[in-house]
């Protein structure tokens, strides 16, 4: 996004080689989905989450819309989820007629709150979809077992989570299904971009059908099958090369952005703590068994202090920060075609006390000195 503030609040990180592999497409003239480049990024998240099939996606939200089709998701099912997450989450699930419930928080991650699902539940209950919030883990083993205890299937939103972990695990790589994205925000971007990760290996079929069109064309072109044809309700959610060649150039280079972004977090994090100490402002909490990947840095200022007049002096300042989301259960398509469960109390309150501070890969100590800076004569 185009700012004229002299420290943004996102710049996508190149790592100089995604011409070069763009080009090599180009000049191959291998141009539709599942070439060599889509091949390469699948083996790549195979590896390294561990996850029984990889497949590329427009985005995220095409990868939650092809779990909502995979579970068969038919109208008035039920899907348990956060309220404090991003549209897609919801919207995926709506798209097949499945109705949100949308359950709060916990105060430490802001992650669903696992204490709060067995309550939820209903016979028309279908699916739980966990969201790991800032790429921190959310509480798995504890939504598993619950998951497995109902007959639920877990689809985990892991589209803040490309390598992170949680006891040892990629996120992802924990429920039947989960989603990634490399929109240009996140942390490795294809501009547009994301992929579903099949852990339940019955789905794995299912899930190369719906992405091509409910076709088995991925079968024939294995040369499994002499013909391929019509199976199910699908639809195109595969990206063309030229997205794979630039993804490929950042799956490359993951461990090391990954590494630069925490060392930005860590940086943060320790500008951060005096404000903490002096009661202004509470910073991210990460559980020991989590592993994050350094999404985002936000701060959770405490209820005295008023967001509106930090942002405007952030943005007085020529520095861009945001705060998100409106919490999915107030929103006008929230309420039309979700439920909330309970009183969202901390979805509520911590929605307004939230802010996330300018972060990217390659952020320097001296912005980030000039953001707290900014932060603490805002505060006064
Ligand atoms: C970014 C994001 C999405 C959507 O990702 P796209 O790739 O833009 O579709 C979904 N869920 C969460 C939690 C996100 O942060």
Known sequence: MKSNSHIPFNWPHMTGKELYYIADAHFKGRLAGDGPFTKLCHAWIEENSGCSKALLTHSCTAALEMAALLLDIEPGDEIIMPSYTFVSTANAFVLRGGVPVFVDIREDTLNLDESLLEAAITPRTRAIVPVHYAGVGCEMDTILSIARKHGLHVVEDAAQGVMASYKDRMLGSIGDLGTYSFHETKNVISGEGGALLVNDETLSVRAE?????????????????????????????????????FLWAQLEEAQKITEQRL????????????????????????????????????????????????????????????????????????????????????TNEYSERLVRLPFWTTITVEQQDEVARTLKNAIG
Request: aromatic letters at 12%; charged letters at 25%; glycine letters at 8%.
């Open 263 to 346: 060392s930005n977090w860590r940086y943060y994090h320790d500008l951060m703590e005096p404000l903490e100490a002096s009661g202004i402002l509470r910073r991210p909490i990460i559980p020991a068994e989590c592993r994050h990947n350094a999404h985002m840095y936000y701060v959770l200022f405490s209820p005295d202090i008023d967001r509106q007049s930090v942002l405007e002096s952030f943005k007085k300042n020529g520095i861009d920060s945001v705060f998100h989301y409106v919490p999915l259960h107030s929103a006008p398509a929230g309420m039309r075609y979700g439920r909330a469960h309970g009183n969202l109390e901390i």
């Open 209 to 245: 059908i719906i992405r091509e069109k409910g076709t088995d064309r991925s079968r024939f072109f294995r040369g499994e099958i002499d013909k391929y044809s019509w199976q199910e309700v699908g639809s195109s959610f595969l990206p063309g090369e030229l997205i794979a060649a």
